[in-house]
């Protein structure tokens, strides 16, 4: 099986920055996109920012321009490197790794997720 753990997340005010890891381990053949997304209390999670093998990304309009999304394929991790942050950032953060399946369809795999709080 295939286990995703976040790391990073903690307690800051805002305009302060934060880097989130997250490390896939267990059983991998190999993945294709990687990403980040969150929830926050009484909201639907949401997708935050995503990234191929090869490097494109993908960001929540909300983020752009404030997060970098980045991965160390060759370590199997994903980091989301946050500034600017905003009380409005507060949330969950959960990691996604998304592995070959059949035809074009993939299996998703998710971490725990690692709380971000964002103090005004």
């Known amino acids: 099986q295939v286990q995703l753990v976040e790391s990073g997340g903690g307690l800051v005010q805002a305009g302060e920055s934060l880097r989130l890891s997250c490390a896939a381990s267990?059983?991998?053949?190999?993945?294709?996109?990687m990403g980040w997304y969150r929830q926050a209390p009484g909201k639907q999670r949401e997708l935050v920012a995503t990234?191929?093998?090869?490097?494109?990304?993908n960001y929540a309009d909300s983020v752009k321009g404030r997060f970098t999304i980045s991965r160390d394929n060759a370590k199997n991790t994903v980091y989301l490197e946050m500034s600017s942050l905003k009380p409005g950032d507060t949330a969950v953060y959960y990691c996604?790794?998304?592995?070959?399946?059949?035809?074009?369809?993939?299996?998703?795999?998710w971490g725990q997720g690692t709380q971000v709080t964002v103090s005004s």
């Open positions: 996604n790794a998304k592995m070959p399946g059949n035809w074009y369809r993939e299996y998703d795999y």
């Open positions: 267990g059983t991998i053949s190999s993945i294709n996109a």
């Open positions: 990234i191929t093998k090869s490097g494109s990304t």
